[in-house]
Antibody
Framework: QVQLQESGPGLVKPSETLSLTCTVS????????WSWIRQSPGKGLEWIGY???????NYNPSLKSRLTMSVATSKNQFSLRLTSVTAADTAVYFC???????????????????????WGQGATVTVSS | DIQMTQSPSSLSATVGDRVTITCRAS??????LNWYQQKPGKAPKLLIY???TLQSGVPSRFSGSGSGTDFTLTISSLQPEDFATYYC?????????FGGGTKVEVK
């Protein structure tokens, strides 16, 4: 079955750039949407954004000015880059596959609307000097 | 932004109880509502999507209902492994948002 694994530095200095990669195994990165979600210590879930395997993106407006997502289909990986980080960016970062198909009876609907159905285990990133 | 408000924020229950969690959207999201379960130190798990469709492998004691702005997650008979935090999430607007979570604790 499809598995996701986040990788990247666990400690980033304030004002520097946070970079994470998610490696997809057991399946192909196409033709799916892929998402990033984060969770600050003791807090709820925050949607960061998603990227389509072709490179189309949709970002959280509050992060958009600092955020870049990319996809490397040949490596079956997608990545997140967040610039100018502060302590507020300290969180567990999850990558996930977007569930983009819903069938009701004989009718099926496609689109990145139906939640995230496969998740990585999460990567803890601390922003501190 | 579409705000998602869950209630209650926590509840205490006993094995075998029927548990109901509600999620209200600040505007209509049709049926683009998803539910997750998260246990401490673990990634969330998709339970229900499109408001009422059970994700593959999820026990049938979980069910979802609602449309528009008001949604419900029901656990028909709470099992020991169901003590966790539950989140709703809307997939309607470009900016996806989660509810604040409902922690289901042992009574």
């Amino acid at each position: 079955q499809v598995q996701l694994q986040e990788s990247g530095p666990g400690l980033v200095k304030p004002s520097e750039t946070l970079s994470l990669t998610c490696t997809v195994s057991g399946g192909s990165i196409s033709p799916h949407y892929w998402s990033w979600i984060r969770q600050s210590p003791g807090k709820g879930l925050e949607w960061i954004g998603y990227i389509f395997y072709r490179g189309n993106t949709n970002y959280n407006p509050s992060l958009k000015s600092r955020l870049t997502m990319s996809v490397a289909t040949s490596k079956n990986q997608f990545s997140l880059r967040l610039t100018s980080v502060t302590a507020a960016d300290t969180a567990v970062y999850f990558c996930a596959r977007v569930n983009s198909r819903f069938c009701s009876g004989s009718t099926c609907f496609e689109g990145p609307y139906y939640g995230m159905d496969v998740w990585g285990q999460g990567a803890t990133v601390t922003v501190s000097s | 932004d579409i705000q998602m408000t869950q209630s209650p924020s926590s509840l205490s229950a006993t094995v075998g109880d029927r548990v109901t969690i509600t999620c209200r959207a600040s505007q209509s999201i049709n049926n683009y509502l998803n539910w997750y379960q998260q246990k401490p130190g673990k990634a969330p798990k998709l339970l229900i999507y499109a408001a009422s469709t059970l994700q593959s492998g999820v026990p049938s004691r979980f069910s979802g209902s609602g449309s528009g702005t008001d949604f419900t997650l029901t656990i028909s008979s709470l099992q020991p492994e169901d003590f966790a935090t539950y989140y709703c999430q809307q997939g309607h607007s470009m900016f996806r948002t989660f509810g604040g979570g409902t922690k289901v604790e042992v009574k």
